[in-house]
T-cell receptor
């Protein structure tokens, strides 16, 4: 079964600073994808970033990047130059492979201090 | 493309009433799924479908039914609503198992 752990339910960051959201997972799949989603107060779920497990290079999308450690089964999200609009709940999605169910973790609530 | 649409946006039911939450997507996605979101519980998978005519249970299927007669639609039925089903419900779809999911805007359901 695929599971994910987001150990810190709440985090806070100063505007313009950098914050890292942690995520560890378990999977029996060898080929899979990993995702981080953002849910702002509007409630809409938005894809932040995606990582293919077979790629050694960490994915980057503007101010968002991941630290993917496949052997350690760790998939952290780094937000650089934090902005007020980054305040949201962030969900790490467990590995999506051919046999995986579409479950999610409990999420991390990020607040940004002006 | 409208993406994933859900209706209604808000609904209030009395205990024991039945209703159907509608979900539709116009992206020709094979995979569709329903989640409920409760404070402190994250997103929990209710039911999902990997194609028309194929459905399966998720983590919390009790009290909910689904069917998938077309690729586009994936309705969620509450046969006899209970206060424990008060939640925000999200429908999502994706093209194939390696792709990202696209989410609808959600339905806030209150059962009195």
């Amino acid at each position: 079964a695929q599971t994910v752990t987001q150990s810190q339910p709440e985090m806070s960051v100063q505007e313009a600073e950098t914050v890292t959201l942690s995520c560890t997972y378990d999977t029996s799949e060898s080929d899979y994808y990993l995702f981080w989603y953002k849910q702002p107060p509007s409630r809409q779920m938005i894809l932040v970033i995606r990582q293919e497990a077979y790629k050694q290079q960490n994915a980057t999308e503007n101010r968002f990047s991941v630290n993917f450690q496949k052997a350690a089964k760790s998939f952290s999200l780094k937000i650089s130059d934090s902005q007020l609009g980054d305040a949201a709940m962030y969900f790490c999605a467990p590995p999506r492979g051919a046999n995986s169910k579409l479950t999610f973790g409990k999420g991390i609530t990020l607040s940004v201090r002006p | 493309n409208a993406g994933v649409t859900q209706t209604p946006k808000f609904q209030v039911l009395k205990t024991g009433q039945s209703m159907t939450l509608q979900c539709a997507q116009d992206m020709n996605h094979e995979y569709m799924s329903w989640y409920r979101q409760d404070p402190g519980m994250g997103l929990r998978l209710i039911h999902y479908s990997v194609g028309a005519g194929i459905t399966d249970q998720g983590e919390v299927p009790n009290g909910y039914n689904v069917s998938r007669s077309t690729t586009e639609d994936f309705p969620l039925r509450l046969l006899s609503a209970a206060p424990s089903q008060t939640s925000v419900y999200f429908c999502a779809s994706k093209l194939a198992h390696y792709n990202e999911q696209f989410f609808g805007p959600g339905t806030r359901l209150t059962v009195l």
